[in-house]
Nanobody
Framework: QVQLVESGGGSVQAGGSLRLSCAAS????????MGWFRQVPGKEREGVAA????????YYADSVKGRFTISQDKAKNTVYLQMNSLRPEDTAMYYC??????????????????WGQGTQVTVSS
């Protein structure tokens, strides 16, 4: 069963912008956190940004602070990742994730138990 569907990936020049969207089922979205993660071949999945779906608290990796913004539209069961000032090192497969239980580590991949299939982001220099 598809519970999380990402969209909005693509190829851009360095300095450009993209907005990723993650549409969730109502049940999946009712969990504690939604997060964005990214992964390149040969490396572990990296937490990029997360948001508490109830209170709206946000969390960011140091590498994206000031450039990326996570937000949500509760009525649409959707979270977004606005990515500005993109760099070649941002190139990765980006995954949306949800957890259905409380976590003390919202940027750790192991804290999530629901995952989308991913959307590719490629930034050229």
């Amino acid at each position: 069963q598809v519970q999380l569907v990402e969209s909005g990936g693509g190829s851009v020049q360095a300095g450009g912008s993209l907005r990723l969207s993650c549409a969730a089922s109502r049940y999946t979205y009712s969990g504690n956190n939604m997060g964005w993660f990214r992964q390149v071949p040969g490396k572990e999945r990296e937490g990029v940004a997360a948001i508490g779906t109830a209170g709206g608290s946000t969390y960011y990796a140091d590498s994206v602070k000031g450039r990326f913004t996570i937000s949500q539209d509760k009525a649409k069961n959707t979270v977004y990742l606005q990515m500005n000032s993109l760099r070649p090192e941002d190139t990765a497969m980006y995954y949306c994730a949800a957890n259905t239980y409380a976590t003390l580590s919202p940027l750790r991949a192991g804290s999530y138990n629901r995952w989308g299939q991913g959307t590719q982001v490629t930034v050229s220099s």
